[in-house]
């Protein structure tokens, strides 16, 4: 009988992966309607700078109409750069190897990642991904850098003022990790930083409080039905964009007791991963400077902060999960990319507990959007 290598069990995981993919793309264009994600992409600067409204306002530019399938093309093609962009990342840090396989499908394949961004297909949580993965490819070596992450930092807040604490704080881990680590930080560079920091938070604060539109509701809703080609399909309504921070406490946690029952399904996904776990701690372990290994760990724990504060804030908590997890998987990323001392023990392909996991992972086709699956 013909010996089977290793690695074949693996390579039919992220075959499996991708036929998983595939269906979830068919599936959301067939049978789910894009109602807020519509509205979102509707919403433009027309009565002043709005919050949630940057992207609306650019695509406006080009397209004042829009049916309501844009969302998902749109959506489709912004993934579709997300993935390539991973690919990059993943061959500068570790090249496609059959060596790598198994932490390719801890990764590309799990359902935190790529195939929940489908299920999430519209929202703006993926550009955050992106421009972290853009940012862990280009080069870090000046403060041009810092001001690029800062640019996007603010980009992501004018798409949506949650990526305060979504992605913003993975994108300063990254310059930190990437650039300030790698040289000796002068009273300029700290001041740079520093100023930024402050323009991004002023910012949020800006699109959160002060980013509600000035007109009445019903004068913005008929905009919204006017750049609609067929609103008569949609429930259209700016109701969103006049929520306050009050309401959203508010019916978070109205919704806390059910949402808590919840917490094990996620606690049992995040366990699935445990080689990939093992692995991200190896690589912290691997680093050769003390002071790297401690900014990792503070950066893991910041971002973790950042999305206890979401938790506690917005209720679209299997969102939110696979959010956090992606950003963790980019924080390993680029700790990867810092010197060590030794090289970090990759996901061997042959443990049988490994294989398991990676086979539960990968037919799990996405975590959800407010609740699990």
Request: glycine share 6%; proline share 6%; charged share 10%.
């Amino acid at each position: 009988m013909p010996v089977t290598s290793p690695t074949t069990p693996w390579r039919r995981m992220l075959a499996v992966n991708a036929a998983i993919t595939a269906l979830l793309f068919a599936y959301k264009f067939a049978f789910n309607y894009p109602g807020l994600q519509y509205i979102q992409l509707l919403s433009d600067y027309h009565f002043g700078f709005t919050k949630r409204s940057l992207i609306g306002a650019l695509v406006a530019l080009g397209f004042p109409v829009l049916p309501s399938w844009s969302p998902y093309v749109l959506g489709t093609l912004v993934w579709l750069v997300t993935l390539g962009l991973f690919g990059l990342v993943f061959r500068r840090c570790y090249g496609f190897t059959a060596q790598t396989l198994p932490l390719l499908v801890f990764t590309l394949g799990s359902p935190f990642f790529l195939k929940n961004f489908v299920q999430t297909l519209g929202y703006y949580d993926i550009y955050g991904c992106a421009i972290a993965l853009a940012l862990l490819l280009v080069p870090a070596r000046s403060n041009l850098y810092v001001l690029g992450g800062a640019i996007g930092a603010m980009a992501l807040i004018l798409i949506h003022h949650i990526h305060l604490l979504l992605y913003v704080p993975t994108i300063g881990a990254i310059v930190i990790l990437r650039h300030h680590l790698m040289r000796r930080m002068t009273g300029a560079d700290i001041g740079l930083a520093a100023l930024l920091g402050l323009a991004i938070v002023a910012l949020f604060v800006a699109m959160q409080f002060h980013g509600s539109p000035t007109v009445p509701i019903e004068t913005f809703n008929r905009h919204l039905h006017e750049r609609a080609l067929d609103p008569t399909d949609a429930n259209i309504t700016a109701d969103i964009f006049y929520r306050t921070f009050a309401d959203e406490i508010r019916d978070t946690w109205a919704l806390m007791p059910k949402n808590l029952l919840r917490a094990p399904i996620y606690l049992v996904l995040v366990m699935l991963h445990a080689p990939l776990i093992r692995y991200g701690i190896d690589v912290v372990r691997a680093l050769s400077e003390r002071r790297h290994r401690i900014a990792v760990g503070l950066a893991v724990l910041g971002i973790s902060l950042g999305y206890v504060v979401i938790f506690a804030t917005v209720f679209d908590y299997a969102r939110w999960m696979s959010d956090w997890a992606t950003c963790l998987m980019l924080v390993m990323f680029a700790a990867k990319q810092l010197p060590a001392s030794r090289e970090a023990a990759l996901i061997a392909p042959e443990p049988q507990q490994s294989r398991a996991l990676g086979w539960i992972v990968t037919v799990i086709p996405r975590v959800g959007l407010t609740k699990p699956f």
